[in-house]
């Protein structure tokens, strides 16, 4: 009986549901400022997809090309984060929308310090209010696909694939 190969789109939930989970701990646990939880998600994001490639070759028995072992990958990731940037629109609209409001206090000390006048700052926090979310969630698609890029390739180069895959197998 042949093994059924896991799809990219069962990985990819289980992986945006593990992210998404940290996310909340992260945010409940008030530690949004720290920087270093944040590269924990990505490492965990891009030994995620390396081993989602690693696992398909592996289910393939290695009868697999670069270029299948990649697309597996990416797929992976590319469902990660359609559901990531989902909840990343439902989490700042609805589940902390103070959000804005903290980006905000905390870029106006900046925009202060760099001499901007009083209207511009006030046309900066109005910009900010109106584009968040489109650019939190444009960030977060840019990065998580461009991070899918990255670890497929890098989960592509390094699965054992044999030399001369029968295209009968």
Not at 77 to 91: E, Q, S
Not at 93 to 117: C, F, G, L
Not at 126 to 150: E, H, N, Q, S, W
């Amino acid at each position: 009986m042949e093994e059924k190969v896991m799809t990219p789109a069962v990985k990819g939930v289980v992986l945006s549901l593990v992210l998404i989970l940290l996310s909340l701990i992260v945010y409940f646990a008030g530690q949004t400022e720290n920087k270093a939880l944040g590269w924990i998600q990505v490492t965990i994001f891009g030994l995620a997809i390396i081993w989602s490639c690693h696992y398909y070759t592996k289910q393939m028995n290695g009868n697999v090309t670069f270029g299948n072992v990649f697309a597996h990958g990416f797929k992976t990731a590319a469902a990660a984060t359609a559901i990531v940037l989902i909840y990343t629109f439902v989490f700042i609209k609805y589940v902390s929308p103070e959000m804005v409001e903290k980006t905000i206090v905390q870029a106006r000390i900046k925009w202060e310090e760099s001499k901007m006048t009083s209207d511009q700052i006030q046309q900066a926090e109005d910009m900010t209010r109106k584009y968040f979310i489109p650019f939190a969630v444009g960030g977060a698609l840019l990065m998580y696909m461009i991070g899918g890029v990255i670890f497929a390739s890098i989960g592509a180069a390094v699965s054992k694939k044999n030399a001369n895959p029968s295209p009968f197998a």
